[in-house]
């Protein structure tokens, strides 16, 4: 190869290089360091229970490893993934996210009282998390299609509002409080950034706590968790248990914590605590300036993620990044505040903390789709 071919081949790579545009720094960073922490907190909350059940401590730890290089790797290819795909796509995805929730009823896996998951052998997962995904999508989809629309009734209620109502019942018959209150919540945030009428707002507003009201009055099971959330003394030894010792936890934990891997509640007395409760152990373990510092981290990520879809180059892309954030914001607030009892126990997990291999690839994914919106930015006009 010739000296010259050589430099137009150098050239070609630093145009294709520079049509992808340069990822955000500081939101990939703030990524990396929460898998990082997760993973440590980890394995302290998960060595006790593993080698009681399987004789070999490090098991939830390694698997979890392994989920998060895959992860990592997901991710990066996403960011290079032109957000328009999505766009494109959107109904596409929602269809697919409705199918898998509709086969829930019929070959879902029963777990705790309630049937959420899809097993194929291979893999595991539960389609609320997709179906979270493709309500982001298809709304930012139909919502930068009909801009100047959103104000009325037509294009600005009446097609989330279907599809909502669609995902509701679905989740209903799971049963499935934590990601119907999730959805129908990040609907709502949406609709609002997208720019719907507030008075139609408040009246959806209305129409979702009298939904939210029939379902608890309906599914017996909700309940137990509020009485447990009320007064979990009542029942220290069953519907109790887990807000006892959650809060036994967090309260032997004080200002500096009992030192990394010194906790107590782990060894089989907190049910879950490396799943929704591993911020329970954290607390423990790190204190309440450990803790502080692990919402400082997410509140980081958070900040800088709105900020990456307030820059982003059309509103598309703005409305996809502005929901992804919108759902780790809301997942991290509705875990935390479960742990601490601040509200009654739903089973959602802690982004990048609890245990779950598809659902830390599935988070990875998403956080892929903003870096992608952040390459956006610095992109040379198309």
Known sequence: MSHREKQLKKSAVRVVESDLGVIDLPYLLL???LVAIGLLVLFSASY??????????ASVFVNQLIFAVMGIGVMW??????????QKLSLLILAASIGLLVLVPFIGTESGGATRWLDFGFVSFQPSEIAKFGVICSFAAIMAAHTRDMKTIRYGVAPYVVILGIIAVLLYLEPHMSAT????????ILMTLGGTDWKYLVGLVILGCLLVAVYLLTKGYTGGRISAWLHPENDPLDKGLQVLQSQYAIGSGGLLGLGFGRGRQKY?????EHNDYIFAIACEELGFVGAIGILILFALLIIRSYWIAMHARDRFSMLLAAGLTTLLALQVFLNVAVVTNLLPSTGISLPFFSYGGTALIMQLAENGIVLNVSRSITQSPR
């Open 31 to 33: 990524t990396l360091l």
């Open 48 to 57: 006790a229970r593993a080698y009681y059940e399987t004789k070999n401590a």
């Open 268 to 272: 089989l007395y907190l049910p879950e």
């Open 181 to 188: 209150l999730i959805i129908l919540a990040l609907g709502f």
């Open 77 to 86: 290819l996403i960011s290079r993934v032109p957000y328009e795909w999505y």
